[in-house]
């Protein structure tokens, strides 16, 4: 079968950027937030240039779908075709979006802005506000995005649940590697001791990690209460915890298994 060559297909360059993740962004956003940044991030690379409509036709070709069609596609925090979940979502799709759009849009009416309700509409907000810039040159219009997303509380008034849930993935993201390192380590090696007498030195040579990534680690068990630090007889104050300073990390496997989900980040989907 040949391709229409009118009808192409996605970009095998397209790039995402690495902080989207990790920013929470896409926690903040109607769900186009995600192939918005991603047309964008994609046109940032060299050998883009041109308006976001035609750089969307070049980069998504027939996959337009993903961001609705074109940029002047409404906003949705739902896939229009999914089929809706009641179990999570007993309120019903219609009521959900509601209270999905009443959050969203008072981030942006607090700070002033416009509430956007299309893709063009969210790709100014991304102008005016700094995930995106946008330049004229002799070569045409080019696109880029800064090294590092400002997160969203940079940017836009949240609420305190949103925040703390924001920090909550953010922290997971930090120490979900670091943990899964160090419990790979000790399941592997002593065989999910109950204890052990050791230092942020030694499990750090032990695990390739340096000591801070190590400490993190251990205060992350500690505070999900999937172990317990002692020096001594006396708890351990994990931050203060030396490089060289003996411990005994005492750990809870059964709760362990029963309440952690490994986190994986694979790099190549990121």
Same mark, same amino acid.
């Given at each position: 079968?040949?391709?229409?060559?009118?009808?192409? &297909?996605?970009?095998?360059?397209?790039?995402?950027?690495?902080?989207?993740?990790?920013?929470?962004?896409?926690?903040?956003?109607?769900?186009?937030?995600?192939?918005?940044?991603?047309?964008?991030?994609? /046109?940032?690379?060299? &050998?883009?240039?041109?308006?976001?409509?035609?750089?969307?036709?070049?980069?998504?070709?027939?996959?337009?779908?993903?961001?609705?069609?074109?940029?002047?596609?409404?906003?949705?925090?739902?896939?229009?075709?999914? *089929?809706?979940?009641?179990? *999570?979502?007993?309120?019903?799709?219609?009521?959900?979006?509601?209270?999905?759009?009443?959050?969203?849009?008072?981030?942006?009416?607090? /700070?002033?802005?416009?509430?956007?309700?299309?893709?063009?509409?969210?790709? *100014?907000?991304?102008?005016?506000?700094?995930?995106?810039?946008? *330049?004229?040159? @002799?070569? &045409?219009?080019?696109?880029?995005?800064?090294?590092?997303?400002?997160? @969203?509380?940079?940017?836009?008034?949240?609420?305190?649940?949103?925040?703390?849930?924001?920090?909550?993935?953010?922290?997971?993201?930090?120490?979900?590697?670091?943990?899964?390192?160090?419990?790979?380590?000790?399941?592997?090696?002593?065989?999910?001791?109950?204890?052990?007498?050791?230092?942020?030195?030694?499990?750090?040579?032990?695990?390739?990690?340096?000591?801070?990534?190590?400490?993190?680690?251990? /205060?992350?068990?500690?505070?999900?209460?999937?172990?317990?630090?002692?020096?001594?007889?006396? @708890?351990?104050?994990?931050?203060?915890?030396?490089?060289?300073?003996?411990?005994?990390?005492?750990?809870?496997?059964?709760?362990?298994?029963?309440?952690?989900?490994?986190?994986?980040?694979?790099?190549?989907?990121?």
């Amino acid at each position: 079968m040949t391709e229409n060559p009118s009808v192409p &297909g996605p970009r095998r360059d397209m790039a995402m950027h690495n902080d989207w993740w990790a920013s929470g962004w896409e926690h903040v956003l109607p769900r186009q937030g995600f192939p918005l940044t991603m047309l964008i991030g994609t /046109a940032s690379r060299p &050998g883009f240039s041109g308006s976001l409509d035609d750089l969307l036709q070049e980069i998504f070709g027939s996959h337009r779908d993903v961001i609705g069609g074109d940029l002047d596609s409404a906003l949705t925090f739902s896939w229009p075709d999914e *089929e809706w979940d009641y179990e *999570e979502a007993p309120e019903g799709r219609e009521a959900c979006e509601a209270s999905r759009w009443e959050k969203f849009g008072a981030m942006p009416t607090a /700070a002033g802005f416009p509430v956007p309700t299309t893709v063009r509409d969210l790709s *100014e907000l991304y102008l005016t506000r700094g995930p995106a810039r946008r *330049e004229e040159t @002799p070569e &045409g219009t080019r696109w880029s995005m800064p090294a590092a997303l400002p997160l @969203p509380g940079d940017l836009l008034p949240l609420d305190t649940e949103l925040t703390k849930r924001l920090d909550g993935i953010r922290w997971t993201m930090r120490t979900g590697p670091l943990v899964n390192t160090l419990i790979n380590h000790l399941v592997d090696d002593p065989g999910e001791p109950q204890e052990i007498l050791t230092s942020l030195d030694r499990l750090g040579a032990a695990t390739g990690q340096d000591a801070d990534g190590v400490r993190l680690a251990l /205060a992350e068990l500690a505070e999900s209460g999937n172990a317990q630090v002692y020096r001594g007889q006396d @708890p351990a104050d994990v931050e203060r915890l030396g490089a060289h300073q003996r411990f005994r990390p005492v750990m809870g496997w059964e709760h362990f298994h029963e309440t952690r989900m490994q986190l994986s980040i694979a790099g190549d989907d990121a």
